[in-house]
Every structure is written in C-alpha cells, then in structure tokens.
C-alpha cells in the first residue's frame, strides 16, 4: 500500500466528528451523556487492536487482523496471493462487538472480520460465512448506515458512493428532527420531544432504527434519510412481520417483544421505550431507574401486599434471554412475563403483517414489495408467487411505479420468459436512467432474449454507473467467453480489477 494512500485513508478516520454541536451551550449534561452512550459511540475509529487470525475452510481462506503503526490492518490470503486494507471505521460500540469498514475511493465495504466482546476474539462477519470467495466485497450501503450514523455525506444521485468524510455519528437531530425553530426560540415546544407525541409517532422515533422486521419498504419514490423524527414512519417506509416465533428467521427486537406485554396491552399506550430509557440520563443506577418506571403504575401492588417486597423488578420480570453474542436481537426480555421463561414461540405464520399499514394508496404496493424481497432471502418459491399475484394486480398506474416494474421483471426472467421482462426492465431503466441494477438486469434479460447487442450495450452501461458492483463485469464477461471471444472476456475482468486491484478471485483467474 502506498504511503500516501495510507495517510489519506488515516486523514479519512480522524476526520470524522459530529454534526455541529449547537445544543452544547444549554444542554450541557445531556450533549456529554450522550457522546459517551453506546448510541453516540455507534460508529468511529477502530478501539481495538487485538491480533486475530480466522480460517474459512468453505472458500480455503486465511483473513489475519493486525496491528501497523495507527492503522489496524485486515488481511485476507487465499491460494498465495494476499489483500491488505487498513480498516477505515468501525460499527457498533462493543456490547456485543465490532465490525469494520474499509474504503475504495467512494466507496465502502463491510470487513470479512468482526470482532466479539465476549469471547474477545475475531470470527467472521455475519453474512460472510456462505461465500465462496470470500473477499471485501459486500457493500455499506446508505440502507445499513441509516441505523447506524446520524447523516451520511453521498454524492448527488448514488446511494453508496460518499463523500469525505462519510459519515457523521448519531447526532441529537435523529430523535428531535431539525433544531432551526429551537435554535431561532429556544423555549419548550419549538423542538420534537418524542414524549409528548402521540403513540405512533412517539414510537416511531426508536422504531425507525430498533424495529428491522423480517422487511422494511420504502413508498413509492422515497428514501430512508426521508424519515423525520416527529414523523410515523410508515409515511416513508412500512416495516413487516412474519409474526409467530417458528415463522420468522430472524431475531426478535425489543419492539416486538414489549408490543406483546400486557403491561403495554393494557395501559392504553402509554408504555414506550422511554418510560424505561432516557437515552442522554447518564444513571448510575440502572436498576433503580426501572424500578421506579415500574412503579409509576403498579405504584400499589406493594401497599396492597399483593406482592413481596422487591428492592429491584428486572431479575425476575425481564431476565436475559441470552448470551449476548449476536448482534441485532434482543438480550433482555422486553414481554414482561409473569412468571420468566423464554417466550414461547407462537404458531408458524405465513403471512407477513404491518407493524403499521402506510397511507391505503400503498398497502397492496408495499405488501407485494415486502413479499419480493423476503424471496429474496427465504428463497421460497411460496413468498415469490405470493408477491408476482400482487404487483401484477396492481392499479396500471401502480405498475408503472420503477420498482415494482422490475420486481415483475424479475420473476418473469425466473419464469423463463425474458422477452416480457425485457419490456418491465427497459421501462424501469427509462425512469430511472442512473439505477445501475435496473440495467443490469436489463442487459441479463436482452441477452436470455438473444438481443446479444444491445446486451453487451447494457451491461457496459452498468458497469459506468456503477464500477463497485461485480455482478455487470462477470456478466459481460461470461457473455464474451460463452460467445468464444476470449480475449474481450479477460479485458472486462481487468477492467473491474483497475476498480478493486486487490480482489483475489480476480487475480486467481489471470
Ligand atoms: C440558547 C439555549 C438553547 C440551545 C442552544 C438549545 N436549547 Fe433546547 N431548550 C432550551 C430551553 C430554555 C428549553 C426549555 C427548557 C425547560 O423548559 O426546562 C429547551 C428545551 C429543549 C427540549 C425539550 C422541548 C420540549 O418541548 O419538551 C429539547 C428536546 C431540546 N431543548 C433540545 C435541544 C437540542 C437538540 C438543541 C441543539 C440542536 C438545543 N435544544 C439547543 C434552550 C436551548
Ligand atoms: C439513528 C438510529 C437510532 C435511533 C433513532 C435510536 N437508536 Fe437506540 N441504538 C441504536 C444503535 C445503532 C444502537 C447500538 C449501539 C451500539 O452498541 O453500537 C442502539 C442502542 C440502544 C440501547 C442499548 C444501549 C444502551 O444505551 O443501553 C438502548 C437502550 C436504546 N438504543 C434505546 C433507544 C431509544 C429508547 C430510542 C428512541 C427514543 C432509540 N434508541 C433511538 C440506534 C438508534
Ligand atoms: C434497522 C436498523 C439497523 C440496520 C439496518 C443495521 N443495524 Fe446494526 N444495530 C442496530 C441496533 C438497534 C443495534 C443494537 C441492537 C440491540 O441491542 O438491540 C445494532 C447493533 C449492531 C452491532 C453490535 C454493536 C455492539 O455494541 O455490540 C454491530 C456490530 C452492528 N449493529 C453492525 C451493523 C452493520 C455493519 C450494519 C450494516 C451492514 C448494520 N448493523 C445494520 C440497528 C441496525
Ligand atoms: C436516541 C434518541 C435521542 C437522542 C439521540 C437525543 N435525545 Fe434528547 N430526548 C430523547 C427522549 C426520548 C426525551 C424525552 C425524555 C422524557 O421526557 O422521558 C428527550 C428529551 C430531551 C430534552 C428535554 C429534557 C428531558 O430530559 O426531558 C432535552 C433538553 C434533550 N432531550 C436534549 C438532547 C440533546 C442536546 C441531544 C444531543 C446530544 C439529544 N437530546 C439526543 C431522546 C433522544
Ligand atoms: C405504563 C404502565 C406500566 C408500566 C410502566 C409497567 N407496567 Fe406492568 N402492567 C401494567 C398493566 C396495566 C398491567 C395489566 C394489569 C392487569 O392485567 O390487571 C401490567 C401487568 C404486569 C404484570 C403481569 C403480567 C401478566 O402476564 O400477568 C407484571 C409481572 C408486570 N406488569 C410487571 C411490570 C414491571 C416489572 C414493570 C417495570 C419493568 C412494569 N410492569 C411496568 C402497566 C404497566
Ligand atoms: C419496562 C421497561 C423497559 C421498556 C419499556 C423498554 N426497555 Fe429496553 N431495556 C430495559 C431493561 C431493564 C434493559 C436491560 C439493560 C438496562 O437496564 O438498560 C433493557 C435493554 C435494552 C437494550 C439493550 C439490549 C438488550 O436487549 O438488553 C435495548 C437496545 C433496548 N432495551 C431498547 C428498547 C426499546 C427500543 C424499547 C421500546 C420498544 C425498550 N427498550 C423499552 C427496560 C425497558
Ligand atoms: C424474586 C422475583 C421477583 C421480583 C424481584 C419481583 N417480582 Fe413481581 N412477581 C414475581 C412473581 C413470581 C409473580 C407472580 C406471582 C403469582 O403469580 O402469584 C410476580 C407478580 C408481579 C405482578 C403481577 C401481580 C398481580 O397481582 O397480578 C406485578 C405487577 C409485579 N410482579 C411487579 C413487580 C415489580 C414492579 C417489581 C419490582 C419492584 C417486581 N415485581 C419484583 C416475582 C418477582
């Protein structure tokens, strides 16, 4: 690596600070609480600088984690050929671990290693484990920073190239929206407090990065930095759930859990996350400050001496569910039981539901659209059909909306009937002339229709939009070498090479 390169990447990591810090001034306790939260800390420089090494037998893979000079350094080494980066930033503030971004130009990726407080050691970055050529290939996206970071800095018109620096850590505007009027007339009132909202909104303000779902969809034409604190969410994306613990794959959020207590079943939606949470309190005692939550409505189970005395509630009525080794589920018991004991997994349901159902004009658009992209992921041909039924249903109008015109296309590709997709695909593309993926498979289903030419136009129009995304390169270059033009076949891998020089899968093939 070039020393220059090295400066400007470390140049990269120090220069991330927060947004402008106006609140500083008149809210002193709650600014500093909040830095040295675990949600202020969410992303940052690298903090830990342990040597690890992890075999990864699937793909005959070595990645070593080092330390050189500032810079913590991710190694990977397959078949005698080695990619070093140096990691740019890491995610997460340590309860669970830490992943890692490393930087090409404008773009990010997630690090193949991760590393795990609690056993204090390095494994791979979950979603890495199936690859086959593992590499530093899965993209940071604005989708997963959205949780993550309080504003990210995107060239106009891309959704994964950034600016320098990328990305600012959570900031105070993420639960109170814009601070202008407060700013102008600082006085009560003039700034979202999420407490005096009503439910939906109030909730909606944590929702928008604790409530994944099995899937989240954006309306129609809209994106996630969209979202305002003070705003429901399902005005910018609507959230489902396959509800019923065997029917879900996924690990279950706070949210959900504390949606399912009767204490909030019962209390007229006046229990949310902040009854328990103050996220800039700074307490010292975690233990009594729930306490006293609990209290403020069961103020007289103990006058009544309906139940023992109790110098604290968790142990008993929110125990742990688990260890806490994976990252994204809940940890403590957010149902409230009774009596502890893990929740027991409701019937297997088929059916995904809204959390929320977004305004009526979308509610058949966002299900077919949550359908799609759980296909994606449970690969059942059940959920694929289930979304094909509704989007083809849809209004005309409806349809023509881009995204839907190529999920449509896309299942028409897997049915074997290319020359309708190309029509879904070349119509989305017409829309939105800069979408890298919509041409893409534009160029796949030119070229399963057998318009070679325009085929080969398409998936070089791809590449242009987007040089991070291989799947246009290895396209092309599968097209050249199946048509016997062998030497156009290795030209286009080198190409994406001069994007990614240190991709070993590459490099193995030359
Ligand atoms: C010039 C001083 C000043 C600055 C700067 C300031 N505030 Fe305030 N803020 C106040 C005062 C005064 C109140 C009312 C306090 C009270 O009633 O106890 C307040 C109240 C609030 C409230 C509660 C509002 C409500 O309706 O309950 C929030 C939330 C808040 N501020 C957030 C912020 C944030 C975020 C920033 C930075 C963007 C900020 N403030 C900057 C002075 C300031
Ligand atoms: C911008 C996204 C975002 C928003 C908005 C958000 N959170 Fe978080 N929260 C996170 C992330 C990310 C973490 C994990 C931090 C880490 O460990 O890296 C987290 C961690 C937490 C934790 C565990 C750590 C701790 O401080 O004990 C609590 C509790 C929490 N959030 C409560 C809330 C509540 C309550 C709200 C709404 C008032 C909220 N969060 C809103 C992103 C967010
Ligand atoms: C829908 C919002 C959301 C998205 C998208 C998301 N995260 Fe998280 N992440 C969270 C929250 C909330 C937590 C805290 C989890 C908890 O305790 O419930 C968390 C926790 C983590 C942790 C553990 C932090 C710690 O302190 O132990 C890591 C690491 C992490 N996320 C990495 C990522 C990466 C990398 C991505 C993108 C590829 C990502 N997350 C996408 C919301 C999100
Ligand atoms: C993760 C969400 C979240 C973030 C980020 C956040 N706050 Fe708050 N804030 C809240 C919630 C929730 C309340 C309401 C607390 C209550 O009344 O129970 C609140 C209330 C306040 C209040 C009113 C006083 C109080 O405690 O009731 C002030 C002032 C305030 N926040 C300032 C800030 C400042 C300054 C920042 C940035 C450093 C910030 N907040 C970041 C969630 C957040
Ligand atoms: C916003 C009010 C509110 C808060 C805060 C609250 N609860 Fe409740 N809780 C209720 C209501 C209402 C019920 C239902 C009472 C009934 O069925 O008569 C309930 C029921 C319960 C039950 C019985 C559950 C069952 O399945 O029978 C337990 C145990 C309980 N709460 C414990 C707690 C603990 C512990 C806390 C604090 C961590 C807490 N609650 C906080 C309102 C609340
Ligand atoms: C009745 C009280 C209560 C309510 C309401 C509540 N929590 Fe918690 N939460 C806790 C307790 C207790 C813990 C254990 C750690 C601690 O004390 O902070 C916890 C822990 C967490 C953690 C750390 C990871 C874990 O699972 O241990 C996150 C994240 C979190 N809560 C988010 C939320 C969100 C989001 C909401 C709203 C949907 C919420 N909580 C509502 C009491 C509550
Ligand atoms: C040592 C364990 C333990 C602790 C600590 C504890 N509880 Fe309980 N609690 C129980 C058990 C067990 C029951 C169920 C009793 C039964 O079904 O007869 C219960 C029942 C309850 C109920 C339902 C009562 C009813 O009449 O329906 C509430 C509400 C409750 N607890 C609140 C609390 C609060 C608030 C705290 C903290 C101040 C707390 N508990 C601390 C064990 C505990």
Known sequence: MHAGRVAALLLG?????????????????????FERSPMGRSVGAPSVFEKGRIVHKL??????????????????????????????YSVGAGIVGYSY??????????????????????DLTPGYETDAHLDFTHEISSGCLFCHTGSVNLMRGTANQFGDPPFTAISCERCHGSPAAHLENPVPGSIVNSAK???????????????????RILNPGRDWWD???????????????????????RAVSQSELLAESRCAQKSGGRLWCGTCHNPHAGEQNRAQAVKQACLTCHGDLFAAGRHRAAAECVSCHMPRLRPTDVAHSAITDHSIPRIAGA?????????????????????????????????????????????????????AQQRQDPTVEADLGSVLLAQGQPQVAVQMFA????????????????????????????????????????????????????FYRKAGREAESRNVLREYLRFMPQNIQLRLAE
């Open 227 to 249: 979202f305002q604190a003070g705003q429901a969410t399902e005005s910018v994306f609507a959230t489902y759930l396959r509800t019923g613990g065997g029917g879900t794959l």
């Open 101 to 122: 971004m490393v930087r090409l130009g404008r773009y990010l990726f997630q690090s193949p290693a991760s590393y795990y407080t609690q056993t204090r050691s390095w």
């Open 427 to 478: 119509a989305a593309s017409a829309q939105v002339p800069s979408n890298a993926r919509y041409a893409y498979c534009l160029a796949a289903a030119l070229e399963r229709a057998g318009q070679m030419e325009k085929a080969v136009q398409e998936f070089k129009r791809s590449m242009a939009l987007d040089p991070s995304a291989p799947d246009a390169y290895l396209g092309l270059a599968r």
């Open 343 to 395: 929740p027991e997994p409701g019937p297997a349901a088929r059916e995904l539901k809204a959390w929320r159902e977004p305004d009526a004009a979308f509610v058949r658009r966002d299900l077919g659209e949550a359908y799609f992209e759980l296909a994606a992921s449970t690969q059942a041909v059940s959920d694929l059909q289930q979304a094909y039924r509704i989007l083809s249903q849809l209004p």
């Open 197 to 215: 909202l009503a439910p939906s909104r109030r909730d909606s303000v944590c929702e928008q990065c604790h409530l994944e779902g099995d899937v």
């Open 59 to 88: 793909s005959g893979s070595t990645v070593t984690i080092e330390r050189r000079g500032p810079l913590l350094e991710h190694r990977l080494e397959r078949g005698g050929v080695v990619a070093k980066y140096p990691v740019a």
């Open 13 to 33: 990591c120090l220069a991330l600070g927060r947004a402008e810090e106006p609140c500083a001034r008149c809210h002193p306790s709650e600014v500093t609480a």
